[in-house]
């Protein structure tokens, strides 16, 4: 037997955030990251409008973009000694990521991390408080998934929670908050969407449910990404839109590899002061392993579909895998996203190297291999992997060399 969870209710559109009047409780905590919520106003009205729904409010701010596992556990010490009844996370992936982790420390204070990231391992939530999500990012779409990424940095790994138990029950979707995301934010955040939808529909456990999903957002990205990231109001709405088909999509379908290389290597290499955005590693990443997983029949007719649906052209299955993946290397130009990883870092291409010099790289390569075929996201991938496969492919991703294997 199979299953498709979502939300319980998707508010969306203008003036969504104030379906936080009608929800029903004593107290609430309000989870948020690094400011840009309180600058535009968003915070205070979000607080206004629970107080409205005759809450009592207590803020957790500051939540890190990539939140560590002590942000998780302070922030469920917090709410451990408040009692809420409803968990409200505004923002980007991180804080709504971060909350979904201490709702569940809070409900069960007796798992540990290691516990909460077995996956679809969680006892039932919802004991104690409920989840409304809100989303200001149009990338990660956790309001409407069933994971949550959190990040430790002693052991320089992103974990993946996958649970359907963290689904939240509330997801809403304002277009006036995803106004606010600079351009570079909207660049990284679409190519993460557009690699959700493109994974999900090649995953192994795609379904007739998931896939009408995956499609359509990856029609919708393919038509409103470039707008948006040069400010088009009307486009950045449907990509606000279009991430959220994809979250549906994937948080069912599952994704595959280009994740597990996303996950390990994002804080691979922090001792450098060298961050690999989850997007944009995403969008380095995904025409290689396109290329890689069209060695699979099924996953190349797939791949030959979606050219399909975005009107690439072509000729037979081979051509038009082939120009799906040059299609993925040109948007991410057209959105100053480097074509490797041995130029992420500079705003100029050519240029001799980024921040994660060559040496470094090498050194640590065999490492990040072996995590990422033991992230969550493998498993789904249409290729079995083996870790000289990923240590292959990342190779290929520093240096932008081609996969033919």
Known sequence: MKRFTVPRDIRYGEGALSALRELTGRRAVLCTGGGSMKKYGFLDTA??????????????????PDPS???????????????????????????????KAMWIKYEHPEMTFPEMCVPFGLPPLRKKARFCAIASTSGTATEVTAFSVITDYRAGIKYPIADFEITPDIAILDP?????????LAAHTGMDALSHAIESYVSTAATDFTDPLSLHAIKMIS???????????????????????????????????????????????????????HGAANAMYLPKVIAYNARDPRAAARYARIADTIGLGGEGEEDKVARLA????????????????????????????????????????GRIAAAAVEDACTGSNPRETTEDDMRRLLLAAYYDTPVDF
């Open 326 to 365: 040059e299609y993925i290397r040109e948007l991410s130009g057209k959105l100053n996203i480097p074509p490797s990883l041995r130029h992420y870092g500079k705003d100029s291409y050519p240029c001799e190297c980024g921040f994660i010099p060559e040496d470094v790289f090498l050194e640590r390569v």
């Open 223 to 277: 038509e409103n990404l470039v707008k948006s990231y040069n400010g088009d109001k009307s486009a950045r709405e449907k990509m606000h839109n279009a991430q959220c088909l994809a979250g549906m999509a994937f948080s069912n379908g599952l994704l595959g590899i280009v994740h597990s290389m996303a996950h390990k290597t994002g804080a691979a290499f922090a001792d450098l002061g060298a961050h690999v955005v």
């Open 69 to 99: 596992v002590d942000t998780v556990m302070r922030g469920a010490d917090i709410m451990t000694e408040f009692q809420p009844d409803w968990i409200v996370a505004i923002g980007g992936g991180s804080p709504i990521d971060a909350a």
């Open 47 to 64: 607080m206004d409008y629970l107080h409205d729904a005759g809450m009592e409010v207590r803020l957790i701010e500051g939540i890190e």
């Open 176 to 184: 006036a908050l995803a106004l606010t995301m600079p351009d570079k």
